[in-house]
Every structure is written in structure tokens, then in C-alpha cells.
């Protein structure tokens, strides 16, 4: 049976198997491209149980480091029932000033966007992440989350400008689908990129905003237009 080597590339610290067919060879990553070196048998490092060998040794024996334990960061539920009493909030007002003037909702409309999209945009991203990547957490993350959460409002509003104030006729629907699509393909390339997650995760991220959004100016009387063949 073939002997598996161990290697961790050095520019992108992707961790992956090769064949000991490799060893001491020179290759491309195929996570990032960069050329890296893969070790001989003698070079790998052993990992061991703590409690019988005390900690880290390499092929000869030597200490060489005590293992990082990593943490198993796992949604909370405490956090998805304060999300869901955030929600629960969000549509009662949103029904409380369902009567008021389209122009005294706009401003409560700009701010509302980026509001929701920061919870959804935190609890999307720890329902999608990638499991074999440390966790975002701490100050990174709620940057992350609050470039992605404004971002996610202004995409309402670009399309808001090029659709919400247009008299759409039948004979649009081409350029209404073709602005949806736009908007989504948008959202999904900003969630992927601003939490390091796969493209089909990134349109979920983003359809999560959507959906709760739409259902938000559904509430308030608000056309939406994703919605509009079917008032």
C-alpha cells in the first residue's frame, strides 16, 4: 500500500495528501498555483498523542511543538433565537408603517436594508462556511460582515434606480430578468468573496437576504417588481 505524505503549502497553508512517489519533488499547489516542495518520508513530522509522548515529535523522536487545539466553532442557538426575535421585530414595524408616504419610507427603507443585512449576512455565513477553514471571528469577521451587508443595500438600490421608479409594460420582462440577474449574480460574487466561500454558497448567502427583504416590502406595501407580474 502506497505511503501518504503529508504537506501543507506554504502561500496559501491548504493542507492536502501525495503520493510518496512525490517525495522530494517540486510542484504546483492546486489550491493556489504557488510552486511548493513536497518533504521525503524522513522529513515529515509524526503527530502523537499528548498524554503518551508528550506532545509533538518528528521522525526522530525530537519535541518539536504541543498541537494547536482547534476550536469547534458551531452556530449558536442562543444566537439564531435572537436573530429570529430581530426578524420577528423587523416585520411587525415594517406592518406599523405599512400606511405611511412612499417618501417618508425612503430613508427608513436605506437604513432597514443594511440593518437586516447584518444578522443575515453573520448567521448566512456560519450556516455556508467551509468546515476545513478556520472560522472567521472576532473584529475581521464583522468587517467582512458589514462590507458585505452594505454592499447587499446598494445592489437594492442600483436596482431601485434602474427598475423601482419605470412603468413596466409586458414587452420589459427581458430587461427586468436581465437586471434580477444581475443583481443576484452580484450578491452571490460579494458573499463568496467577502467570507471565503464557494460560488453556490455565496447565491445562498445572498438569496437568504433577498428573500427576507422582499417579504419586508411585500409587508409594507412596497412594490417590488421581483414580485410584479403577479399584483
Not at 87 to 98: D, E, T
Request: proline share 5%; hydrophobic share 50%.
Amino acid at each position: 500500500m502506497s505511503t501518504k505524505i503529508q504537506v501543507t503549502c506554504a502561500s496559501c497553508f491548504k493542507r492536502f495528501e501525495v503520493s510518496e512517489q512525490f517525495a522530494g519533488k517540486e510542484g504546483p499547489c492546486p489550491a493556489c498555483g504557488k510552486v511548493i516542495r513536497i518533504p521525503t518520508l524522513d522529513e515529515q513530522v509524526n503527530v502523537r498523542e499528548v498524554a503518551g509522548f508528550g506532545g509533538v515529535k518528528d521522525a526522530s523522536g525530537k519535541l518539536v511543538l504541543k498541537p494547536i487545539e482547534r476550536a469547534d466553532a458551531k452556530f449558536s442557538p442562543v444566537a439564531a433565537g435572537i436573530i429570529g426575535v430581530a426578524l420577528v421585530g423587523l416585520f411587525i414595524v415594517a406592518f406599523m408603517i405599512k400606511g405611511m408616504d412612499a417618501a417618508d419610507k425612503t430613508p427608513l427603507l436605506i437604513i432597514g436594508s443594511i440593518v437586516i443585512a447584518i444578522p443575515l449576512a453573520w448567521a448566512g455565513y456560519w450556516f455556508l462556511r467551509d468546515d476545513e477553514l478556520e472560522p472567521y471571528g472576532g473584529l475581521e469577521l464583522w468587517i467582512r460582515v458589514g462590507i458585505c451587508s452594505v454592499c447587499y443595500a446598494a445592489i437594492w438600490g442600483v436596482y431601485a434606480f434602474f427598475i423601482g421608479y419605470l412603468e413596466l409594460n409586458p414587452e420589459d420582462l427581458p430587461f427586468l430578468v436581465t437586471m434580477v440577474i444581475i443583481s443576484v449574480a452580484a450578491g452571490s460574487f460579494i458573499a463568496a468573496g467577502c467570507f471565503d466561500i464557494e460560488p453556490i454558497s455565496g447565491f445562498l448567502h445572498y438569496t437568504l437576504y433577498l428573500a427576507v427583504t422582499i417579504l419586508l416590502r411585500m409587508t409594507m406595501d412596497l412594490p417590488g417588481h421581483f414580485t410584479y407580474w403577479w399584483q
